[in-house]
């Protein structure tokens, strides 16, 4: 899962139209920490790498950009 993490944060980096303007308000490695000591303790859930990337795009403060996972009821698009 960090190996997926780090290609979120490579595709915000490199792919995100609004990364010029928001270039430094994220910290992954913050987020790799978190990972990566959950994982290392054999607690890493699904569960808790989505809550992880869901506060890694939050650095961003755009409500455009979020996790979707089909299988979540959570999942809700409102405009």
Do not use: W
């Not at 995100?16 to 987020?31: E, I, L, T």
């Amino acid at each position: 899962m960090l190996e997926a993490f780090k290609e979120i944060v490579k595709t915000m980096h490199n792919d995100y139209a609004g990364y010029v303007d928001k270039k430094g308000c994220d910290r992954p490695d913050v987020f790799v920490e978190q990972l990566t000591s959950l994982q290392e303790n054999g607690e890493l859930t699904d569960e808790a790498f989505i809550a992880i990337v869901e506060d890694y795009l939050l650095d961003f403060n755009d409500k455009h950009i979020f996790f979707f996972h089909p299988d979540l009821q959570q999942n809700t698009l409102s405009y």
